[in-house]
Protein backbone atom coordinates (compact mmCIF):
# COMPACT_ATOMS: atom_id res chain seq x y z
CA UNK A 1 0.00 0.00 0.00
CA UNK A 2 1.55 3.62 -0.99
CA UNK A 3 2.00 6.19 1.98
CA UNK A 4 -0.40 8.63 1.78
CA UNK A 5 1.32 12.37 0.96
CA UNK A 6 1.69 14.62 3.59
CA UNK A 7 -0.55 16.89 4.00
CA UNK A 8 -0.76 20.17 2.70
CA UNK A 9 -1.91 23.89 4.56
CA UNK A 10 -2.29 26.81 2.57
CA UNK A 11 -1.29 29.88 4.38
CA UNK A 12 -3.21 32.84 3.04
CA UNK A 13 -0.72 35.43 2.44
CA UNK A 14 -2.48 39.41 2.40
CA UNK A 15 0.25 41.27 4.16
CA UNK A 16 -1.27 41.43 7.57
CA UNK A 17 -0.10 38.59 9.63
CA UNK A 18 2.47 36.89 11.41
CA UNK A 19 2.68 33.87 8.50
CA UNK A 20 5.93 32.66 9.79
CA UNK A 21 4.98 31.82 13.53
CA UNK A 22 1.38 29.58 11.96
CA UNK A 23 4.29 28.15 9.20
CA UNK A 24 6.32 27.25 11.89
CA UNK A 25 3.21 25.86 14.16
CA UNK A 26 2.01 23.61 11.07
CA UNK A 27 5.13 22.32 10.42
CA UNK A 28 6.30 21.87 14.21
CA UNK A 29 3.45 19.30 13.93
CA UNK A 30 3.74 17.53 10.98
CA UNK A 31 2.28 19.32 8.07
CA UNK A 32 3.42 20.89 4.78
CA UNK A 33 2.89 24.35 4.86
CA UNK A 34 3.27 27.57 2.34
CA UNK A 35 2.89 30.88 2.44
CA UNK A 36 1.27 31.89 -0.48
CA UNK A 37 -1.52 34.58 -2.00
CA UNK A 38 -2.40 32.43 -5.10
CA UNK A 39 -5.55 31.02 -5.83
CA UNK A 40 -3.63 28.10 -7.48
CA UNK A 41 -1.59 27.70 -4.50
CA UNK A 42 -4.49 27.89 -1.83
CA UNK A 43 -6.65 25.52 -4.49
CA UNK A 44 -4.32 22.92 -3.97
CA UNK A 45 -3.98 22.68 -0.72
CA UNK A 46 -5.49 20.31 1.90
CA UNK A 47 -6.36 22.76 4.22
CA UNK A 48 -6.18 26.76 4.48
CA UNK A 49 -5.29 29.14 6.96
CA UNK A 50 -6.30 32.47 6.85
CA UNK A 51 -4.34 34.51 9.97
CA UNK A 52 -4.21 38.07 10.11
CA UNK A 53 -2.88 41.39 12.69
CA UNK A 54 -3.97 44.79 11.79
CA UNK A 55 -6.59 46.48 10.44
CA UNK A 56 -9.79 44.53 8.93
CA UNK A 57 -10.75 47.86 6.21
CA UNK A 58 -7.26 46.81 4.54
CA UNK A 59 -7.47 43.31 4.84
CA UNK A 60 -10.40 43.05 3.45
CA UNK A 61 -9.22 45.16 0.36
CA UNK A 62 -6.12 43.47 0.06
CA UNK A 63 -8.79 40.08 -0.34
CA UNK A 64 -10.32 41.64 -2.93
CA UNK A 65 -7.13 43.07 -5.05
CA UNK A 66 -5.75 39.11 -4.80
CA UNK A 67 -9.26 37.81 -6.12
CA UNK A 68 -9.35 35.54 -2.98
CA UNK A 69 -12.82 36.73 -1.62
CA UNK A 70 -14.92 34.46 -3.86
CA UNK A 71 -12.68 31.40 -3.47
CA UNK A 72 -12.52 32.09 0.83
CA UNK A 73 -16.52 32.04 0.37
CA UNK A 74 -16.24 28.94 -2.17
CA UNK A 75 -14.02 27.28 0.61
CA UNK A 76 -16.08 28.06 3.36
CA UNK A 77 -18.92 26.02 1.57
CA UNK A 78 -17.29 23.41 1.08
CA UNK A 79 -15.10 20.17 2.82
CA UNK A 80 -11.69 21.68 2.77
CA UNK A 81 -10.60 22.65 6.77
CA UNK A 82 -10.67 26.61 6.90
CA UNK A 83 -9.06 27.83 9.41
CA UNK A 84 -9.48 31.45 10.63
CA UNK A 85 -6.98 33.24 13.28
CA UNK A 86 -7.48 36.83 15.16
CA UNK A 87 -7.79 39.33 12.47
CA UNK A 88 -8.84 35.92 10.32
CA UNK A 89 -11.96 35.35 12.49
CA UNK A 90 -13.05 38.78 11.96
CA UNK A 91 -12.81 38.52 8.16
CA UNK A 92 -15.26 35.68 8.64
CA UNK A 93 -18.15 37.99 10.15
CA UNK A 94 -21.06 40.07 8.00
CA UNK A 95 -19.18 43.37 8.70
CA UNK A 96 -16.53 44.88 10.91
CA UNK A 97 -17.35 48.91 12.74
CA UNK A 98 -12.98 49.54 12.29
CA UNK A 99 -12.51 52.78 11.60
CA UNK A 100 -15.86 53.07 9.92
CA UNK A 101 -17.76 50.27 8.25
CA UNK A 102 -16.12 47.66 5.81
CA UNK A 103 -18.41 44.80 4.71
CA UNK A 104 -16.73 41.11 5.72
CA UNK A 105 -16.62 37.67 3.72
CA UNK A 106 -20.07 37.08 5.26
CA UNK A 107 -19.51 33.25 5.98
CA UNK A 108 -20.77 33.60 9.63
CA UNK A 109 -23.39 36.22 9.70
CA UNK A 110 -23.20 38.55 12.93
CA UNK A 111 -20.73 41.95 13.16
CA UNK A 112 -17.53 43.03 14.44
CA UNK A 113 -17.42 45.71 17.18
CA UNK A 114 -15.33 47.15 19.36
CA UNK A 115 -14.64 46.31 23.36
CA UNK A 116 -17.30 48.96 25.00
CA UNK A 117 -15.19 50.15 28.12
CA UNK A 118 -14.43 46.88 29.57
CA UNK A 119 -14.57 47.44 33.73
CA UNK A 120 -13.42 45.23 36.37
CA UNK A 121 -13.54 46.76 39.94
CA UNK A 122 -14.44 50.37 38.97
CA UNK A 123 -11.75 50.22 36.38
CA UNK A 124 -11.69 50.48 32.97
CA UNK A 125 -9.48 48.30 31.12
CA UNK A 126 -7.35 49.31 28.59
CA UNK A 127 -7.66 48.19 24.91
CA UNK A 128 -6.36 46.59 23.53
CA UNK A 129 -6.85 43.24 25.05
CA UNK A 130 -3.21 41.85 25.19
CA UNK A 131 -2.10 38.74 27.22
CA UNK A 132 -3.27 35.31 28.29
CA UNK A 133 -7.05 34.75 29.21
CA UNK A 134 -9.01 31.69 29.45
CA UNK A 135 -11.48 29.91 27.24
CA UNK A 136 -14.81 28.90 28.46
CA UNK A 137 -16.87 26.04 26.59
CA UNK A 138 -19.92 27.92 24.85
CA UNK A 139 -22.75 26.88 26.40
CA UNK A 140 -25.78 28.33 24.31
CA UNK A 141 -27.66 25.40 22.47
CA UNK A 142 -25.84 22.32 23.79
CA UNK A 143 -27.13 19.86 25.62
CA UNK A 144 -26.03 19.41 29.16
CA UNK A 145 -23.28 17.48 30.46
CA UNK A 146 -21.93 17.40 26.29
CA UNK A 147 -18.37 18.47 25.35
CA UNK A 148 -18.97 20.65 21.87
CA UNK A 149 -14.93 20.75 21.69
CA UNK A 150 -15.23 16.68 20.63
CA UNK A 151 -14.38 16.37 17.00
CA UNK A 152 -13.49 20.26 16.55
CA UNK A 153 -9.71 21.19 16.70
CA UNK A 154 -10.11 21.82 20.61
CA UNK A 155 -10.67 18.15 21.39
CA UNK A 156 -8.38 17.45 24.13
CA UNK A 157 -8.10 21.24 25.44
CA UNK A 158 -9.41 21.61 29.13
CA UNK A 159 -12.01 24.17 29.90
CA UNK A 160 -10.41 27.37 31.56
CA UNK A 161 -7.08 26.80 29.11
CA UNK A 162 -5.27 29.68 28.83
CA UNK A 163 -4.82 31.12 25.50
CA UNK A 164 -2.84 34.34 24.06
CA UNK A 165 -4.64 37.51 23.14
CA UNK A 166 -4.10 40.90 21.20
CA UNK A 167 -7.01 42.26 20.37
CA UNK A 168 -9.10 45.41 20.57
CA UNK A 169 -12.69 44.24 18.57
CA UNK A 170 -14.77 41.38 19.11
CA UNK A 171 -16.99 38.79 16.94
CA UNK A 172 -20.52 38.81 17.87
CA UNK A 173 -22.12 36.10 15.62
CA UNK A 174 -26.30 36.27 15.35
CA UNK A 175 -26.34 32.35 15.35
CA UNK A 176 -25.26 30.94 19.45
CA UNK A 177 -25.02 27.44 18.02
CA UNK A 178 -21.37 28.04 16.11
CA UNK A 179 -19.98 29.33 19.31
CA UNK A 180 -17.51 27.00 20.14
CA UNK A 181 -15.67 29.52 23.54
CA UNK A 182 -16.27 32.17 24.97
CA UNK A 183 -13.68 34.44 27.09
CA UNK A 184 -14.14 37.54 29.77
CA UNK A 185 -12.47 40.52 29.52
CA UNK A 186 -13.45 42.77 32.49
CA UNK A 187 -17.25 42.69 32.72
CA UNK A 188 -17.57 41.48 28.77
CA UNK A 189 -18.01 38.25 27.76
CA UNK A 190 -17.34 37.40 24.38
CA UNK A 191 -17.00 34.53 21.55
CA UNK A 192 -13.17 33.89 21.07
CA UNK A 193 -14.11 30.66 18.89
CA UNK A 194 -16.42 29.53 16.26
CA UNK A 195 -17.24 26.44 14.17
CA UNK A 196 -19.20 26.70 11.54
CA UNK A 197 -19.43 22.95 9.18
CA UNK A 198 -15.36 22.94 8.14
CA UNK A 199 -14.97 26.76 9.33
CA UNK A 200 -12.88 26.64 12.64
CA UNK A 201 -11.92 30.51 13.87
CA UNK A 202 -10.41 31.59 16.74
CA UNK A 203 -10.06 35.13 18.01
CA UNK A 204 -6.99 34.36 20.21
CA UNK A 205 -3.41 33.25 18.62
CA UNK A 206 -2.88 29.46 19.20
CA UNK A 207 1.13 29.87 17.64
CA UNK A 208 1.55 32.18 20.54
CA UNK A 209 -0.13 30.06 23.16
CA UNK A 210 2.96 27.48 24.24
CA UNK A 211 1.80 23.48 24.42
CA UNK A 212 -1.63 23.94 24.33
CA UNK A 213 -2.09 26.44 21.44
CA UNK A 214 0.21 24.09 19.63
CA UNK A 215 -2.78 20.92 19.88
CA UNK A 216 -5.14 22.46 17.86
CA UNK A 217 -2.25 22.52 14.76
CA UNK A 218 -1.87 18.74 16.13
CA UNK A 219 -5.52 18.55 15.77
CA UNK A 220 -5.58 19.71 12.14
CA UNK A 221 -2.84 17.40 11.50
CA UNK A 222 -4.68 14.52 12.69
CA UNK A 223 -7.96 15.29 10.85
CA UNK A 224 -5.93 15.87 7.44
CA UNK A 225 -3.82 12.97 7.52
CA UNK A 226 -6.66 10.65 8.58
CA UNK A 227 -8.12 11.72 5.60
CA UNK A 228 -4.62 10.57 3.53
CA UNK A 229 -5.18 7.43 4.61
CA UNK A 230 -8.44 7.09 3.90
CA UNK A 231 -7.22 8.02 -0.08
CA UNK A 232 -4.51 5.70 -0.09
CA UNK A 233 -6.98 2.74 1.07
Known sequence: ??????????????????????????????????????????????????????????????????????LLRDLAASDIPLMGICLGVQLLMTESYEFGSHQGLGIISGPV??????????KILKVPHIGWNRIYRGKDNRDEGADPWTDTLLAGLAEGQCMYFVHSYIVQPEDPAVILTTTHYGHIEFCSGLRKGNVFACQFHPERSGSQGLKIYRNLAIQLNNQKDREAC
Open 1 to 70: MAQPAQARVAIVDFSLGNLFSVKQACEYVGLQAHITSTRKGIETADAVILPGVGAFGDAMASLRKLDLVD
Open 113 to 122: VRFDNPQEDG
